[in-house]
């Protein structure tokens, strides 16, 4: 299976108390308008009656690359984590793929350095390392973000209901690690209940996977695609 994620920060579950009240930071991602967005979840009744008024709120907004460039070496260089676009198609989060792919890199460099031989052709095993690590987690995150933008609000909001269930929730329990996610995307997939929910969303929404998204999630696209994120704390 895939390696254990890092410990939780935060063992009882929630960031401490900072000035005598809890805090927590949010963060939101879409292709464009990432603080209206999450302006108008924070206005959202549930979710503002959980918000101390007069609570001040400062967002920060940056691109997230979300598609791997096409090549992440040339003659002595070496590109990792967000600047190559590496980082979780699921979340846009890119600490863990940025430690992973620099101590990758690290190797690489230090096997070029011992060679003698910094060109762009010893230094391609760092690219076919990572690949080797990473590339069927971001084909499967990648086909499970794609299809999860094109989910109106009335069916994500099934979405949660359904992952509510018990069945579901022992499903992700068993399956679902915290740097990971090909493997609970692909129980989820085998899944009957889910199965039957993809197919009713494709029908209500008019949509159809068509072969050729499917095989464009291959790691053969260039890095064309970026969504923004806003982060509120």
Not at 160 to 180: E, H, K, P, T, V
């Amino acid at each position: 299976g895939a390696p254990a994620g890092p410990p939780n920060p935060w063992p009882g579950g929630a960031p401490p108390p900072r000035g005598g009240a809890p805090r927590a930071r949010g963060a939101l991602l879409a292709s464009g308008d990432a603080e209206g967005y999450l302006a108008r979840f924070l206005r959202n009744p549930v979710v503002a009656s959980r918000v101390r008024p007069g609570s001040a709120w400062h967002y920060r907004r940056r691109p997230i690359p979300l598609r791997p460039l096409q090549k992440t070496f040339a003659e002595r260089l070496l590109v990792v984590g967000d600047a190559a676009g590496l980082v979780k198609p699921t979340t846009g989060g890119g600490i863990y793929y940025g430690l992973l792919t620099a101590e990758l890199a690290a190797a690489t460099a230090s096997e070029a350095l011992t060679a003698g031989d910094c060109s762009a052709r010893f230094l391609s095993r760092y690219q076919a390392a990572w690949q080797a690590s990473l590339a069927s987690e971001i084909r499967t995150g990648s086909l499970f973000r794609e299809y999860a933008s094109q989910l109106s609000d009335a069916q994500i909001d099934e979405a949660f209901q359904l992952a509510a269930s018990d069945q579901m929730a022992r499903l992700i329990g068993d399956r679902a690690s915290f740097n990971w996610h090909r493997a609970v995307i692909l129980a989820l997939w085998r899944s009957a209940s889910v199965r039957g929910f993809l197919w009713r969303s494709l029908v209500t929404s008019g949509r159809r996977l068509a072969g050729a998204r499917w095989r464009r999630l291959d790691g053969s696209s260039p890095l064309d695609l970026a969504e923004e994120v806003a982060v509120t704390g």
